[in-house]
């Protein structure tokens, strides 16, 4: 990816923005085409099938779960390298095109199903407390910033996916892994887990 040379705050902080952008983009293509959500203010500027704002908020997210998780997040259990993080990024976006497919199901099933996935990626990426507690903020804050969107009417999700505050139930699954991952990406695609 960028051979084993070590990465510069800004530079590091540059790969992981387009991470959240790409995954926002692309997970988000998912939701739109199976119609898990829409978007509902008319004027805004779209790229594939987002409206321009979201998959910028995504990297935002993204970054700001690196962030807190080189700062705060302690000794990770596991070191991570680039191959590593290609491998994490791949079972979040994995998991958020599930969540489309599983728009329709009960509430019951989509949500031990996504939950458990996340589990699964939380504890084979890093399984550690710094990494459980930056993915179980994600877990909280990523489902009410989603619920603050769909209270402004800028976007909705669909009647079979839309029982918690009028979003998706899994979505405290999806943020978890996402979380997860975000927590140890950063020391990753900067020092190439050195």
């Excluded at 959240?20 to 099938?49: K, M, Q, R």
């Excluded at 507690?133 to 603050?148: M, R, T």
């Amino acid at each position: 990816m960028f051979g084993t040379r070590e990465l510069s705050g800004a530079q590091t902080a540059g790969v992981i923005l387009a991470i959240g952008f790409v995954i926002g983009l692309a997970g988000d293509a998912c939701h739109v085409e199976t119609g898990t959500t829409a978007y509902d203010w008319e004027d805004v500027p779209s790229i594939w099938n987002s409206a321009i704002w979201f998959p910028v908020l995504v990297s935002v997210a993204v970054l700001s779960a690196a962030w807190a998780g080189e700062r705060f997040a302690g000794k990770p259990a596991r070191s991570r390298d680039r191959a590593d993080a290609v491998t994490g990024i791949a079972a979040v976006l994995a998991l958020y095109a599930l969540t489309a497919v599983v728009r329709d199901q009960p509430d019951t099933v989509s949500v031990i199903l996504i939950g458990a996935l996340a589990v699964v990626i939380w504890s084979w990426w890093d399984p550690s407390p710094g990494a459980l507690a930056v993915a179980s903020a994600a877990a909280v804050l990523g489902p009410l910033a989603e619920i603050a969107i769909v209270e402004i009417d800028a976007s909705h999700y669909s009647e079979s996916a839309d029982s918690l505050g009028g979003v998706a139930p899994w979505l405290t699954g999806l943020y978890f892994a996402a979380g997860a991952v975000g927590s140890r990406i950063w020391g990753a695609i900067a020092r190439d887990g050195r």
